[in-house]
């Protein structure tokens, strides 16, 4: 036999008189409501839009990051890559896009710029058959078949590194 205190066999009571008080009628118009409510929050969602190029500036801005420069300037050098590159927010960083998403800057790093290089959000071909990019300067760290982390360094290391990273988005683009 378990024994209880006074205030634990008090509270399971009020639990199961607060049960009790959940009438038949409560929950049938709950189900009543559940066809409206789910139906609201499936159009909630078709109303969500993804954040555009101009809204990446407004992030930038807002964006408080020891490596706001540099970040902006790497931007800047994926954007003139090529002239079908386009950036949005996604996955709450700048992201960078040919026909899908292809490069994601890492916020997460406070020390250097990085960038995660993917063939987008969804599974393709790639990712089990891989991607061959050369890579004469060692920029990019396979993280899996398909995925790359670039580490670009800070100031000067980003410029000093422009040349190689140019022919490693060009590319990887390529893939994409």
Known sequence: MIIQSPQRRLKERR??????????????NAWIRWPQLWEASMNAKKTVKSKGPGDVGEFMRELDHPLKRDIEAVRQIILNVDPGISEAIKWNAPSFRKTDFFATVNLRSRDCVQLIFHTG????????????????????????KDRCLVTLGVGKDIQIKRAAFEAVVREWIRWV
């Open 15 to 28: 639990t199961h008189n607060n049960l009790n008080r959940l009438s038949a009628t409560n929950w049938s």
């Open 121 to 144: 959000a969804k599974v393709k071909v790639t990712a089990t058959m891989g991607i061959n990019i050369a890579d004469p300067t060692g920029l990019l760290k396979w993280l899996a």
